[in-house]
T-cell receptor, first 114, second 115 residues
Framework: NAGVTQTPKFRILKIGQSMTLQCTQD?????MYWYRQDPGMGLKLIYY???????DKGEVPNGYNVSRSTTEDFPLRLELAAPSQTSVYFC?????????????FGPGTRLTVT | GENVEQHPSTLSVQEGDSAVIKCTYS??????FPWYKQELGKRPQLIID?????GEKKDQRIAVTLNKTAKHFSLHITETQPEDSAVYFCAASRRRDTGRRALTFGSGTRLQVQP
C-alpha cells in the first residue's frame, strides 16, 4: 500500500499561470480532502469529496477547483495563480466505513507563486 | 463555523519533563478531537484522538483529556524525549449532513525538548 501520494513535491509558478496538483490513494477510501497550510499555521480545508462524482467547498475554496471521476484520484486545479496561493498543499483520505475517523495525509506539495 | 484556539504557540521543556498543550473549541456539536504531530517538512501524523463520549484516553506516554462542558481538550506528554520535538496540532470536527468530517485545526504548538 502506497497510501496517499501527491505530485509534484515542489513547484514554482508565475502569477497568472495554472496547474493541477495530483492526489491518489490506493486504500479505496470514499472521503478525500484538500487542505492548505500557510507558514506557521494550521491546515485549512479547501475542498472535499465523499465519493466519485461528488465534491463540495470547504473553508477556503476561492481560486481552486476539483474533480473526482474515480475513487482513487482527487486532483486540485489552480487557475490564475496568485501570490496568496503560496502554501503547502496536503491531500487526505478517510475510510467512511470504519469506526476510526482517522484522516491519512499525503506528503504534500510545496507551491510558490511569484 | 468551528473555531479552535491552541496554546501555547511554543513550548520548551527539559528532557524527562512533562508537556501540556491546550485547545478550546467553539462548536458544541463537535464530537471528534484528534492530535497531530508534524515534523519539519513532513506530513501531519495522527498521534492520538478522542471522541466526545470519553473523558480521557491514554497511549503510553501520551494522553488526551476532554472537558465537554468547558469545550476544551488537552494533550499531555510525559517523560519527554528529544524525538518528541515537533509541531503539534489539535483539531475538532463533527459529521456533517453530507457525511464528511471537516477538521478544523488549531494554529499549532512548537515543542522543543532540550537534552
Amino acid at each position: 500500500n502506497a497510501g496517499v501520494t501527491q505530485t509534484p513535491k515542489f513547484r514554482i509558478l508565475k502569477i497568472g499561470q495554472s496547474m493541477t496538483l495530483q492526489c491518489t490513494q490506493d486504500m479505496n477510501h470514499n472521503y478525500m480532502y484538500w487542505y492548505r497550510q500557510d507558514p506557521g499555521m494550521g491546515l485549512k480545508l479547501i475542498y472535499y469529496s465523499v465519493g466519485a462524482g461528488i465534491t463540495d467547498k470547504g473553508e477556503v475554496p476561492n481560486g481552486y477547483n476539483v474533480s473526482r471521476s474515480t475513487t482513487e484520484d482527487f486532483p486540485l486545479r489552480l487557475e490564475l495563480a496568485a501570490p496568496s496561493q503560496t502554501s503547502v498543499y496536503f491531500c487526505a483520505s478517510e475510510d467512511s466505513g470504519r469506526a476510526s475517523y482517522e484522516q491519512y495525509f499525503g506528503p504534500g506539495t510545496r507551491l510558490t507563486v511569484t | 463555523g468551528e473555531n479552535v484556539e491552541q496554546h501555547p504557540s511554543t513550548l520548551s521543556v527539559q528532557e524527562g519533563d512533562s508537556a501540556v498543550i491546550k485547545c478550546t473549541y467553539s462548536d458544541s456539536a463537535s464530537n471528534y478531537f484528534p492530535w497531530y504531530k508534524q515534523e519539519l517538512g513532513k506530513r501531519p501524523q495522527l498521534i492520538i484522538d478522542i471522541r466526545s463520549n470519553v473523558g480521557e484516553k491514554k497511549d503510553q506516554r501520551i494522553a488526551v483529556t476532554l472537558n465537554k462542558t468547558a469545550k476544551h481538550f488537552s494533550l499531555h506528554i510525559t517523560e519527554t524525549q528529544p524525538e518528541d520535538s515537533a509541531v503539534y496540532f489539535c483539531a475538532a470536527s463533527r459529521r456533517r449532513d453530507t457525511g464528511r468530517r471537516a477538521l478544523t485545526f488549531g494554529s499549532g504548538t512548537r515543542l522543543q525538548v532540550q537534552p
